[in-house]
């Protein structure tokens, strides 16, 4: 049975230290880190990382058009 329930989306943690994480990385506007292509912003460099590999969908080309 989680311990905490995300008052916004309703995502369960069983641990305080998640819970506090996900709040601050998903639902504040905490982004240290951002992509280059789209301006997507990530809390944690690890989901930047991810978010580059599977690739954003941003058209470099739009910007020139």
């Given at each position: 049975v989680p311990a905490?329930?995300?008052g916004i989306c309703g995502r369960p943690f069983k641990r305080?230290?998640?819970y506090v994480r996900?709040?601050?990385n998903?639902?504040?506007e905490v982004?240290?880190?951002?992509?280059n292509q789209c301006g997507?912003?990530?809390?944690?460099l690890?989901?930047?990382?991810r978010h580059d590999k599977r690739g954003?969908?941003?058209d470099p080309e739009e910007d020139e058009k």
């Open positions: 905490f329930l995300c305080r230290t998640d996900h709040v601050r998903v639902h504040e982004g240290r880190y951002s992509c997507e912003r990530f809390g944690r690890d989901k930047l990382k954003c969908g941003a």
